[in-house]
C-alpha cells in the first residue's frame, strides 16, 4: 500500500483510531471527470503533513470531503476515529478549517467572529471568553480583538482565522493553500505559527499547498497530482540527494516552467 | 460529540449564535435596513393614496366595516418585506457558499436540517423586527387594527417568514441562474407579489380574468398575506394557515434535501 510508510502498523484496530486523519481508498467524479481516484492519505495524532500538489491536482476536494461539503461515495474517511458519513457531528466536532478563500466576516470584529464560531460549536460563554483570549494571544492578535476584520492585512486575517479554527480544540486542523496571496513575511510567519501550535498543543495539521518551500526535510508529506497519490512518506526519504522541487518534478512528470 | 456539543444547551446556544450573527450584519447594513423600510412605505404612501380612489373595496372578512385602500394593502406590504428579506438572506447564503463562510457555518457538528432551520429563523427574526416598524410608521398614518392584533399576527409572520424564507433557500440552491438579485426580482418576487391577494382581493381579479384568478389562487404568496391579514384582526384563516404550513413544510424539506451532501445539489457542482 502506498502510504504503508505513514501508517504506524497496518490498517485496523487501535492505532488507526489513533490517527487524527485516516483516508482510504477515496475517489470523486463531477460527472464524466474524475477529481479524486483512489487516494489513500494518513495523518498522525500531532504531526505536519503536507499535501503537495499544483492546482487542480484535487486538494480542495478532497477538503471538500473530509469537510462533508460533498459526501464521499466510495472509501472512508475517519477524523479521530469517527467516519465522516456515520458520525459527521463527532468527526466535525474534531475538526479545525482554515479554508482557501477568506472566510471572516469581514464587517464584524474578530471577537464576534470567534464567538459566532464558537456557537455554532455549541461552546459556553465562559469557555468562548477564556479560549478566545487564549487563542488570540497565541497568533499574537491582541490588540486587534475588537478591530473589524475589514481593518486586517491578509496576514493578519489568515491567524485570526487558525485562531478561530482552534477555538473548539479540535484534532485535526486542515489548511488549504493558507498562504496564497500573503507576503513573504507573512507567509513565513503563518507557516511557523501552525508548526508552534502543533509542537505545543498537540494538535495535527494537514496542510495543502503548491508552494514546496514550506516544507521542511522531516514533514510527512503526500503528492497529489490528478487525483492520484503518487507518493507519500517523510520528505527527506522521497528526495534522496534530490532537492524537494526536482522530486516533485520527476514524479508528476511537471515540464519545469509549470512548477510554481 | 465533544463534551461542549452535547445536551440542548449546545443546540440552544448554535441557535443564539446563528440568529445574534445574523442580527448583527443587519444593523451593520444600513442601506439594507433604509431600503427595507422605504419600499414598503412607498407602496403605502403613495401608491395606496393614488390608488385608493379608484379601487372601492366593499366589506369583505376580516373587515367589519369599509375600509380605506392602505389598510387593505397592509397586511400585503407586510408579506412583501417577508418576501423581500426571505430572497435577500437565502441568496445571501448562495454568496456565502463562493466566499467561504458558508463552509464555515456547514461544518458546525450540529446536524444539517438544524443548522439550515436556525438560519432561517434568523432571517424570520430579521425580517418580523421590519414589518414591526412598518406597522408602527403605518399607525401613525392611520391603519390602526386592534391591539391584541399586534400580538396575534406575530406567530402568522413566523410561519409566512419560515414559507418565504425555505421557499428562496430552495430556489437559490436549485437553481443556478437565479444567483443574481435582478432575476429573482423580476422572476419570482414580482410575479409572486402581483398575481396574489397583496394588492386587490381576488374577486376584483375574477371580475377582469378568470385565468388570472386562478393564477393567484395557487400563489401561496396569496395565502402568506390572508394569513397575516387576519391574524392582524385576531382571526384565523384556516385555508390560509393548512396552505402555509405545507407549502412551509415542502419547501423546507426540498431544501434541506438540496443542502444534504449525500443527495442534494451541491455535491454535484464543482467547488
Given amino acids: 500500500m502506498i502510504n504503508a510508510g505513514l501508517c504506524l502498523g497496518g490498517t485496523h484496530g487501535y492505532i488507526q483510531r489513533m490517527h487524527a486523519l485516516h483516508i482510504e481508498s477515496v475517489s470523486h467524479n463531477f460527472g464524466k471527470l474524475t477529481a479524486l481516484d483512489d487516494v489513500s492519505l494518513t495523518v498522525p495524532q500531532g504531526r505536519f503533513v503536507a499535501l503537495l500538489g499544483v492546482n487542480g491536482a484535487g486538494k480542495t476536494t478532497l477538503f471538500s470531503l473530509i469537510t462533508r461539503l460533498y459526501d464521499n461515495v466510495s472509501g472512508t474517511i475517519q477524523v479521530a476515529g469517527h467516519d465522516v458519513r456515520r458520525a459527521p457531528g463527532a468527526a466535525l466536532a474534531q475538526l479545525g478549517v482554515v479554508f482557501q478563500s477568506r472566510a471572516l466576516d469581514r464587517d464584524l470584529t474578530i471577537r464576534q467572529n470567534l464567538f459566532y464560531h464558537a456557537a455554532l460549536h455549541g461552546m459556553t460563554r465562559a469557555d468562548t471568553r477564556a479560549r478566545t483570549e487564549e487563542m488570540i494571544a497565541r497568533v499574537g492578535l491582541s490588540d486587534k480583538l475588537e478591530a473589524k476584520v475589514a481593518t486586517l492585512s491578509g496576514g493578519q486575517a489568515r491567524r485570526a482565522e487558525i485562531a478561530r479554527a482552534l477555538m473548539h480544540r479540535p484534532r485535526l486542523l486542515l489548511l488549504d493553500e493558507a498562504t496564497v496571496g500573503l507576503d513573504v513575511k507573512s507567509r513565513l510567519e503563518v507557516v511557523a505559527l501552525v508548526r508552534e501550535l502543533i509542537r505545543d498543543d498537540g494538535v495535527a495539521a494537514l496542510w495543502a499547498t503548491h508552494l514546496l518551500d514550506e516544507v521542511r526535510p522531516d514533514d510527512l508529506i503526500s503528492v497529489l497530482h490528478r487525483g492520484k497519490i503518487l507518493t507519500s512518506g517523510v520528505a527527506r526519504d522521497i528526495c534522496g540527494d534530490r532537492p524537494l522541487e526536482q522530486a516533485f518534478l520527476d514524479l508528476t512528470g511537471l515540464p519545469q516552467e509549470q512548477e510554481a | ?271
Avoid at chain 2, 444547551?9 to 450584519?25: D, K, M
Avoid at chain 2, 406590504?77 to 466566499?99: H, P, W
Avoid at chain 2, 389562487?217 to 384563516?237: D, K
Fill in chain 2, 1 to 271: 460529540m465533544s463534551r461542549e456539543t452535547q445536551g440542548w444547551r449546545g443546540w440552544a446556544r448554535a441557535l443564539y449564535g446563528i440568529v445574534w450573527r445574523e442580527g448583527l450584519r443587519f444593523t451593520k447594513q444600513r442601506e439594507r435596513f433604509l431600503s427595507a423600510l422605504v419600499r414598503p412605505l412607498v407602496w403605502l404612501f403613495i401608491f395606496a393614496a393614488g390608488f385608493r380612489s379608484v379601487l372601492g373595496l366593499s366589506i369583505t372578512p376580516p373587515y367589519e366595516t369599509y375600509v380605506l385602500y392602505e389598510v387593505y394593502v397592509t397586511p400585503g406590504l407586510c408579506g412583501m418585506i417577508q418576501l423581500f428579506n426571505g430572497m435577500q438572506s437565502s441568496l445571501s447564503m448562495v454568496y456565502d457558499r463562493e466566499t467561504g463562510a458558508m463552509r464555515t457555518f456547514l461544518i458546525s457538528p450540529y446536524p444539517r436540517w438544524f443548522l439550515l432551520v436556525s438560519k432561517l429563523l434568523a432571517g424570520v427574526a430579521v425580517s418580523i423586527a421590519q414589518v414591526y416598524a412598518f406597522l408602527l410608521i403605518a399607525w401613525f398614518w392611520g391603519v390602526d387594527p386592534p391591539f391584541w392584533g399586534y400580538v396575534t399576527v406575530l406567530p402568522a409572520l413566523v410561519l409566512s417568514g419560515m414559507m418565504l424564507g425555505a421557499m428562496g433557500l430552495f430556489l437559490s440552491s436549485t437553481i443556478r441562474q437565479l444567483e443574481n438579485f435582478a432575476g429573482v426580482m423580476n422572476f419570482v418576487i414580482f410575479p409572486m407579489f402581483f398575481a396574489s391577494s397583496a394588492l386587490y382581493p381576488l374577486w376584483r381579479m375574477k371580475e377582469s380574468s378568470i385565468l388570472l384568478h386562478d393564477i393567484c389562487a395557487f400563489n401561496p404568496f396569496s395565502y402568506a398575506v390572508e394569513l397575516i391579514r387576519f391574524a392582524l384582526y385576531g382571526q384565523i384563516n384556516w385555508l390560509a394557515l393548512a396552505v402555509v404550513v405545507v407549502a412551509t413544510a415542502a419547501f423546507l424539506g426540498a431544501a434541506i434535501y438540496a443542502y444534504d451532501p449525500t443527495k442534494g445539489s451541491l455535491g454535484k457542482k464543482r467547488g
